[in-house]
């Protein structure tokens, strides 16, 4: 089936490391996706990964890919208070193309 | 360049009558999406145009959702009659191609919908 799931809810101080995590079914899934939504606004991508890769960095975004178990994690170092926002994580559907999201990550990031 | 223009962002109706939004696509941008947003949910596909086909129609409700990109550009995303339930943000993307490589969508600022 078609699930991608996330936690709720993080909460960091600023200037500490975030790291939010996803799981994923399709084992065919070609490229995994981490997008940010700020209130008010529709999603912008982050980053993403293609499914032979294990790891890509950009900046201060470090995104990890497990495929033996399907985890996918965004990390983002030095947090800062603009980083506050709903991260989403997506996967590409293998077979159909399609853009599967998760239920989104709330990161509140304390001063 | 502009982005994915949507129209319009807030909409307020009362149930059982029609609501319309717009969306714009980025400049050459070959796929058009159409996502419904519930609060605290992530986005679920409504459809999606490759050029003015639609390829995927399987989650759009069509006993009252209807949708169309005539001439492969700019698209409407109907609902005749709002239901309470419909109440959500309607989120449109585009890429160039869902075709090949990553498929890198764009999002749209969202029409945010209120059913009373």
């Known amino acids: 089936g078609e699930d991608v799931e996330q936690s709720l809810f993080l909460s960091v101080r600023e200037g500490d490391s975030s790291v939010i995590n996803c799981t994923y079914t399709?084992?065919?899934?070609?490229?995994l996706y981490w997008y940010k939504q700020e209130p008010g606004a529709g999603l912008q991508l982050l980053t993403y990964?293609?499914?032979?890769?294990d790891m890509k960095q950009d900046q201060r975004l470090t995104v990890l890919l497990n495929k033996k178990d399907k985890h996918l994690s965004l990390r983002i170092a030095d947090t800062q208070t603009g980083d506050s926002a709903i991260y989403f994580c997506?996967?590409?559907?293998?077979?159909?193309?399609?853009?599967?999201f998760g239920q989104g990550t709330t990161l509140q990031v304390k001063p | 360049e502009a982005g994915v223009v949507q129209s319009p962002r807030y909409k307020i109706i009362e149930k059982k009558q029609p609501v319309a939004f717009w969306c714009n696509p980025i400049?050459?941008?070959?796929?058009l999406y159409w996502y419904r947003q519930n609060l605290g949910q992530g986005p679920e596909l409504l459809i999606r145009?490759?050029?003015?086909?639609?390829?995927?129609d399987s989650q759009l409700p069509k006993d009252r959702f209807s949708a169309e990109r005539l001439k492969g550009v700019d698209s409407t995303l109907k609902i005749q009659p709002a239901e309470l339930g419909d109440s959500a943000v309607y989120l449109c993307?585009?890429?160039?191609?869902?075709?090949?490589?990553?498929?890198?969508?764009?999002f749209g600022a969202g029409s945010r919908l209120t059913v009373l």
């Open positions: 993307a585009s890429s160039p191609s869902s075709r090949s490589g990553a498929n890198v969508l764009t």
């Open positions: 399709d084992s065919s899934s070609t490229y």
């Open positions: 990964i293609f499914s032979n890769m």
């Open positions: 997506a996967e590409r559907h293998g077979n159909t193309g399609k853009l599967i």
């Open positions: 400049s050459g941008h070959n796929t």
């Open positions: 145009y490759e050029n003015e086909e639609a390829v995927d």
